[in-house]
């Protein structure tokens, strides 16, 4: 039953999906978090930060430890990984079929004018998402954490967005940061 649910359950985090990895990042958090409590969001906090940090995208690797914490086995990394990725192969074989030859079509172009926007906001949606006591701790119980992790946010947004540091180097420098103040 597990596997079924699983499956269920990412195949519609995947089908419904614009915007990539970090924008799925909302619908993992509702599902597995909110809705069927398989994890807690302290441990979804922990995949993000994880699954950041290891190779292939995002939404994937937490597919995979989220399969494996709900059922205990293998199997059940293997049913949401393959569930999660599922919708996309499907979709981009019939898109890459029908594509090139209807991509000036003025429906086709408004579709993707209206998913930019839906995609922009599903991140931003996952980066509220991480804003949370989890990652910042609070100011009313632990104001060290509080404001050593919002330096670390502050510099590793400027860090990136306004002198463009490359990110794997922004990760590791404040993996260490973060290693050396907690």
Not at 77 to 98: D, E, N, R
Not at 159 to 167: D, L
Request: charged fraction near 10%.
């Amino acid at each position: 039953m597990i596997y079924l649910q699983l499956f269920y359950t990412f195949f519609k985090i995947g089908l419904f999906n614009f915007g990539g990895g970090y924008a799925m990042l909302s619908l993992i958090q509702g599902e597995v978090v909110t809705h069927h409590g398989w994890i807690t969001a302290q441990e979804f906090t922990d995949i993000v930060a994880i699954s950041q940090s290891t190779p292939g995208p995002i939404g994937i690797n937490a597919a995979t430890y989220v399969g494996y914490s709900a059922s205990g086995s293998a199997w059940g990394s293997v049913v949401a990984t393959f569930a999660v990725v599922l919708p996309s192969l499907i979709l981009m074989l019939i898109i890459s079929k029908y594509f090139m030859k209807y991509q000036k079509h003025p429906a086709v172009e408004s579709v993707f004018k209206g998913l930019r926007p839906a995609a922009v906001g599903l991140l931003a949606a996952a980066a509220l998402v991480l804003m949370n006591v989890e990652n910042f701790g609070s100011p009313t119980r632990d104001t060290f954490q509080f404001i050593v992790s919002v330096i670390i946010f502050l510099a590793a947004f400027i860090g990136t967005y306004r002198f463009k540091v490359n990110p794997i180097l922004m990760i590791v420098v404040c993996g260490i940061v973060g290693l050396i103040l907690y």
